[in-house]
């Protein structure tokens, strides 16, 4: 039976291009929008509690953050977008979340989708997409949900720690990717120790049942991964090689940065792909050779009792004459005979080391 897959994009299916339709499962969420306004000097933290309120920071002297959760709130996000000019296609991609990385640019902005990847505290791998919007001196991001990978961020800005506050947005923009990019490797090393973990168990033999499904299931992770990293190298490669005003000469060189880090991460991940690949073929390999065993035993002793029964079947013949059957001791030489036999043919396997 054919495995049943939930559809997204159908929700879009013959609608106009600009149609702000939010195809995400989580449409129970409350719309959280927290608000970093700063300078060399002071940092304003506000949590905000409608839409409105984040219009005044669009023509502010200081550097704003403009962090909007809830993608489900369509009209919150369209009022937003009005407000800041977007493009209706730009407003479409924000509440589309199967959206790839990637990046467009516009006379007076950036956007800017990414991939966010952060483990559970079971370790369970949780895709979201974030979107950002970068302007002369403000950045805008969008998130499905709460909880995300920059807390670290929040906390530069707060106490002023390393450049973030004496830098433009351009700046800012690359902090959140950075941190976004950073959490890339702790889903790598997770996923290579669960690889490792499992090639572990498939050399010493003590594999379980389920490795086709774990190994399966690793490999569709992986997949899912390397579709999430890939494409974010074009996009930094785009910023590097952008000529605007919005990204200064001297930040292109912490994007660098961040290319190098996902060609370190995608090699990875080619790595892990690769074991895979040769991780079910081990276990395979295993598979057969305990297979191999049991046959190797089985023919064996199948070797050992076809003289046996041969010798059995001759003198259970119903033949009025055969002259054995006459003798006195006739039964103790056959069983003597086949005793012999028996154990000339285990010296025998066991000299060729077959056993």
């Keep these: 039976m054919a495995k049943k897959r939930t ?3 159908h929700k879009k299916s013959g ?9 995400g499962d989580k449409s129970d969420k409350n719309l959280f929008i927290e608000v970093f306004d700063y300078n060399k000097d002071q940092c304003i933290e506000k949590e905000l ?7 005044e920071f669009k023509l502010t002297d200081c550097v704003s953050w403009i962090n909007v959760n809830g993608l489900n709130h369509v009209d919150s996000i369209e009022k937003i977008g009005t407000h800041y000019n977007l493009h209706p296609l730009v407003i479409e991609d924000l509440v589309s979340i199967s959206q790839r990385p990637k990046i467009d640019e516009y006379e007076d902005y950036l956007f800017v989708v990414l991939k966010m990847l952060h483990l559970d505290a079971e370790e369970k791998l949780n895709y979201e997409q974030v979107s950002f919007i970068l302007g002369s001196n403000y950045v805008l991001s969008f998130q499905e949900s709460e909880g995300d990978v920059f807390g670290s961020v929040r906390e530069r800005i707060r106490q002023g720690k390393g450049r973030v506050r004496t830098m433009q947005s351009d700046y800012l923009l690359y902090i959140l990717m950075d941190a976004i990019v950073d959490e890339y490797f702790s889903v790598i090393e997770t996923l290579g120790d669960k690889i490792e973990d499992l090639e572990t168990d498939i050399f010493e033999g003590s594999i379980e049942e389920s490795a086709t499904k774990d190994i399966q299931e690793l490999k569709k992770e992986v997949l899912k991964v390397r579709r999430s990293i890939f494409p974010l190298r074009e996009v930094i490669n785009r910023i590097e090689k952008h000529e605007s005003a919005l ?3 001297r930040t292109k060189t912490y994007y660098r940065d961040i290319y190098d880090h996902l060609i370190q991460v995608t090699e990875n991940i080619d790595i892990y792909r690769e074991m895979l690949w040769s991780l079910m073929d081990m276990y395979m390999t295993t598979i057969s050779n305990k297979m191999n065993e049991v046959m190797k035993v089985l023919t064996i002793m199948a070797s050992i009792f076809i003289p046996l029964t041969f010798i059995a079947g001759i003198y259970g013949m119903n033949f009025d004459y055969i002259p054995e059957l006459h003798y006195k001791y006739s039964y103790f030489i056959l069983w003597g005979v086949m005793i012999a036999l028996f154990i000339a043919m285990l010296f025998y396997f066991k000299r060729k080391k077959w056993l």
């Design 247 to 249: 990204i200064q000469q």
């Design 15 to 23: 609608l106009a291009p600009g149609s702000v339709i939010y195809t």
């Design 49 to 55: 509690h409608s839409v409105e309120e984040a219009f």
């Design 7 to 9: 559809k997204k994009q």
